[in-house]
């Protein structure tokens, strides 16, 4: 049995002309945490969830003295995490569209201009899964999984932000609900098939053989 929990460690950068010239967030966070990056004084940060505050957070302490988040929406940030951004001296701005990222700072649909020495981009990460094989599917871009974390492979399971983005916690209970199922199978419970999500390439509904004992919990 095999559980991949690699995580969604690709940062997605939005693809706008000059896209290169903004760190990805989570680049940005690993530099920051050794204090290997400088900000300069106007940080623009696109994206205003968790994420986005946390690089916020961390810009206030580099030294930024004006610090923007913008996002397409209500900002998805939980509100501890915005009203620490806000402490930081962030401000918020929505709803927002980039057009392009300049020499300047970040040039809106609206034709606004955001000034800016650094521009984070903090849209969302996504996994590396090129070492599975193909045999495991993946939907959008994450693993595919059933409701036991079980992939189209039934004997590789896959959790936390490798199969959705999302707090460490579910990461956790998804372990757990994984470990339980993989136990039940290694203790050789009766065999019976359960009908998984339409994951294959063509569509259909496949199933797959577990032990009636994994289905306690169901
Ligand atoms: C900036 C930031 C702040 C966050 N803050 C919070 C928070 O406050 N509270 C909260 O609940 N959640 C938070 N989260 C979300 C939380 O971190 C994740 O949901 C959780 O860590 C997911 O756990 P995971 O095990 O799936 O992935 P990860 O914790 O990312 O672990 C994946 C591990 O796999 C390794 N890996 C990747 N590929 C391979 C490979 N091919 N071979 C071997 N190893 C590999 C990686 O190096 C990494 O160590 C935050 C996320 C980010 C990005």
């Known amino acids: 049995m095999v559980v991949v929990a690699a995580g969604a460690q690709k940062p997605c950068l939005l693809p706008v002309p000059g896209q290169e010239r903004a760190t ?3 680049d940005f966070l690993r530099l920051s945490k050794i204090n290997e990056v400088k900000v300069g004084e106007r ?3 696109i994206g205003a969830g968790n994420v986005g505050c946390a ?3 961390e810009a206030a302490r580099l030294g930024a003295k004006e610090i923007t988040l913008i996002d397409i ?3 998805a ?3 501890v995490e915005r009203k620490h951004a806000e402490a930081a001296g962030a401000k ?4 927002k569209f980039t057009q392009a990222v300049t020499a300047k700072g970040v040039e809106l649909t609206d034709g606004t201009l955001l000034p800016a020495d650094t521009v984070i981009m903090a849209v969302g990460d996504a996994p590396d899964l090129t070492f599975l094989p193909e045999e495991v599917l993946l939907e959008r871009g994450f693993v595919a999984v059933n409701d036991r974390y079980q992939t189209s492979d039934p004997q590789v399971f896959a959790i936390g932000d490798a199969v959705r983005l999302g707090l460490l916690t579910e990461a956790i209970g998804a372990g757990r609900i994984a470990a339980r199922t993989i136990d039940d199978i ?3 419970g009766r065999m019976l098939m359960i009908t998984c999500p ?4 063509h569509g259909s509904i496949w199933t797959i053989t577990t032990p009636v004992s994994t289905l306690r919990e169901i």
């Open 24 to 26: 990805a967030a989570l």
């Open 43 to 45: 940080v623009v940060i």
């Open 55 to 57: 690089a916020a957070a």
């Open 73 to 75: 929406q209500e900002p």
């Open 77 to 79: 940030s939980f509100v």
């Open 92 to 95: 918020f701005l929505w709803p």
């Open 186 to 188: 290694l203790r050789g």
């Open 198 to 201: 339409p994951w294959n390439r």
